[in-house]
């Protein structure tokens, strides 16, 4: 008999866990990618079983003794080892501190939440929502009462997302964050020069966009031997386990950047999956970091490097030579085009700088909700006002304001701010890559972007889950996380481009 | 507290079950369709954990305790209760029987096979495998004297696949195809009239492959909301459950059989998935009868309506009308081009009178290794000394002799004989169902393949596991299994194309 120390054992308990989920996730991708519609019911006991047997291994109650046993022995500081056990811990007394009771209940609650979100938002009605809302957050509050706070309710729900985060310190990044964007917005608005988007707006063969925007995300260093790229609705990317990870992306065949762009941000999530610690999967460290942190890789990429003159310097000419129907373009008009700032009711298309103003409102909204401040009655009313305040413009109906997103239909309150974070460590992360790397723009320029590709695996993805996300950024960047770097960019970019 | 009774506990513990063993199908398709070739090794990960989970659950002892219990209520002979304890039971104690270890032994010992066998069969070299057949039949005959068994230990192997058949009853059956075939195939060699198979060999572009095949299959049934068609190196027909069975196909865009014979056979086994009982999935009776009889489904499709004249009287105007090539064809030389009867080395690509021969001569062998008459490294001359005889022709290597088939390095000694036990079904069950139907040849002209496939799911697919093979051929056609129905068919087809 080989015997088993208490760490190893967890790991291969973690590992059993990780195993379970990712079989969820092939399921997960087959149901958007594949499945024909009929198995939609029986594809939904698999995934209830699966996850079942998931929450069965990971709150097994004889992890308690293992923990204890694990921690009480030497482990060297900032290892992964170290890590582990931190997450270890961290997720088994967040998971058996909510009731198995309130864990159905949210699930049964979502599921019916789900449909009627959708038939709402078709509807433009949000009175269908409002009762399946009103019950989702009454349920995450209880979940939150079930985990505890100090300062902030909100700040349970939100570490589920960004584990380590607090409500003050976003509070605080998200009015910087204000403060800079709306005076840098209004100067765009009375630009004299505005960009033209409609050279977007041609013909662009679906089956050239494919093509395309493949071999963007192949130069970027997206591992086409070890992952793929299909066509869903909604694009996301599902990272399986080592070797295996799916992109997805939606077709406008009248749209270039919905693609291009969506593609980009996709492969910058793929090469976090690709680049995490392989051999250790399945170790709770081995994880990403927190989706704020994998956020940042995809817009890293979509918006900082994609958006950017040296990545067309070298994209431009090819893009001519696939796309006939830009042969009259000059890089000029197409890189203004791409970088066309304007307010608009629907976050998922909004531009780079006005997208977080959208997020500032669902954080704000989120808050309220959850402190009892605000009725979920009351929301669309607040929604519309505070719209009309941040972005000028009177929301037509609620599908195009409360109603847009699919987010609180699956409960997931405290999961907008990761996008905004997202943003912030991107320009965090670049600014230190290119310290590290002065030439990176020439690279781009070369369509070389192997060196940053190779510096963001290095830092960030190989560490996975080894740091908290603000550890992670301070060793990274040598400075705890600030807005600067993000409205810095983003001036140093649209000033230039908007003649200003 | 809802109280169970011992019954429903294990048709609940059944479902967990099958719906383990069905994430796994869905993990095995995606492997063989869709997979990045290097997640290879983080799928067989994955399921390896499902097969474990799966195997604990299926041998959990408090079974032993539900069996007995439920067995003791009073229940409705030939009801699906009745059949569920049955073959719950039977499975049960199988599966007990069966030592962990041999478990784990074999499955090691498969895996190094399964490569072993491939190299082998490449470099047409026995030597290469001898080894680990060597294993692998050593370690199946432990696990047939586990199982048990009194007239020979062949019976214990072939349980797996047609529970309930014997290798004596097959043996006369054999003996009788045999007998029935050779003297046929005599005749067909001797015929002044032969088939030119030509005419399948001209351009065939894969799209149009693809759409003609998907309209047959849709013609005889096969639910594409339900399903879907996907391209494979080994083509196969996977049901993950109710509302989802996936088919999977080959081209060869100078060969029309292959693909187009292919998916009606796959369609075949896929109108039997579709057509099981949906709201007892999960219950043991609600499988599939057995190998044999999901066989007779694909090759009753495949074969007896498929490459009959009243269904090109339907199908042969669309052939012309989809592939150019075929426009100087006339119908009669199309008919007779598809049923080109002529000994070969591969089974796989076998006419549907010699490929009975092949089997024959598989059945034999694996009989003999069995029960020690023959050794591993005796085999490729006894198959070739075999061969000559039943064939008429000499094996140029091992390659095109006994390496071509990949069932024995999985250990799949005993599955062979289900496939001419399919012929046989097949042509049993046609005949059944043309004195229900008397106009079944009108409606095929007509391309109406309603009547017969609503007959197979009323009498065959709907029943699943209800009653054992056998019987449930004596109760569909009112006989036990004779070879009769299969040669007269042959014959009836034959006999006129050749001239003869």
Redesign the interface.
Known sequence: MKTQTPYTELMNRAR?VA??H??SS??HW?QQT??????????G??LA??AR?AHKEATDPKIRDLLIEAESEPCEADSFEAANLREFRHAFDRARKIPPRLVEELARATALANEAWAEARAAADFAKFRPHLETIVALKCEEAAAIGWSAHPYDALLDEYEPGASTAELRTLFAELSAGLVPLLQQLADAKQRPDRGVLERDYPIDRQRLFAESAAAAIGF??????LDTTTHPFCSG?????CRITTRYNPRGFHEAFFGVLHEAGHGLYEQNLPAAR?GEPAAQSCSLGIHESQSRLWENLVGRGRPFWDHFFPRLRQTFPTVADVDPDAFHRAINDVRPSFIRVEADEATYNLHIALRFELEQALVSGDLAVADLPAAWNARFRTLFGLEVPNDREGCLQDIHWSFGGLGYFPTYSLGNLYAAQFLRAARRALPDLDDAFRHGDFRPLAGWLAANIHSQGRRFRAARLCERVTGAPLSVAPFLDALRAKLVPLYGL
Request: net charge neutral.
């Open positions: 059993t195993l379970l990712s079989c092939v399921l087959d594949q499945m024909p519609k009929a198995g939609a019911a029986h594809r006991e698999q079983l699966l047997l591992d086409f031997r070890a992952g793929r399986f386990g080592p070797g295996d999967f």
